[in-house]
């Protein structure tokens, strides 16, 4: 099965840059059942909310609260997502997920269609 791993969050000051690192952990016959991941963050009762996305073919959307500060790119021979957040403003503040959709059809058919991260929590502070 897939297994999703986020690393990076921690604390900043306004102003500041983290990096997010997603690693997909999937079968070795299901290395190219990556069909797109995403990012999404979350505070405290509020709902999970959009921040990027990254088709393995390269392409990327963003939130527009977002867009201009945040880079998504890929690692396809590790598997491996990346957020780089700069400029980071208290309203950046959330627990951040790691989503993966899996390709339909074949091997891909025994991973779930899509996964969750456990998370990560990046807090900037004023």
């Known amino acids: 099965q897939v297994e999703l791993v986020e690393t990076g969050g921690g604390s900043v000051e306004t102003g500041g840059s983290l990096r997010l690192s997603c690693v997909a952990s999937v079968p070795a016959e299901g290395a190219s059942c990556i069909r797109s991941m995403y990012w999404y963050r979350q505070t405290p009762g509020k709902e999970r909310e959009f921040v990027s996305s990254?088709?393995?073919?390269?392409?990327?959307n963003y939130a527009i609260s977002v867009k201009g500060r945040f880079i998504t790119s890929q690692d396809k021979t590790n598997n491996i997502m990346y957020l780089q957040m700069d400029s980071l403003r208290p309203e950046d503040t959330a627990m951040y997920y790691c989503?993966?959709?899996?390709?339909?059809?074949?091997?891909?058919?025994?991973?779930?269609?899509?996964?969750w991260g456990q998370g990560t929590q990046v807090t900037v502070y004023s």
């Open positions: 989503k993966m959709d899996s390709r339909r059809g074949g091997f891909c058919d025994t991973l779930s269609r899509s996964s």
């Open positions: 990254i088709f393995w073919d390269g392409t990327t």
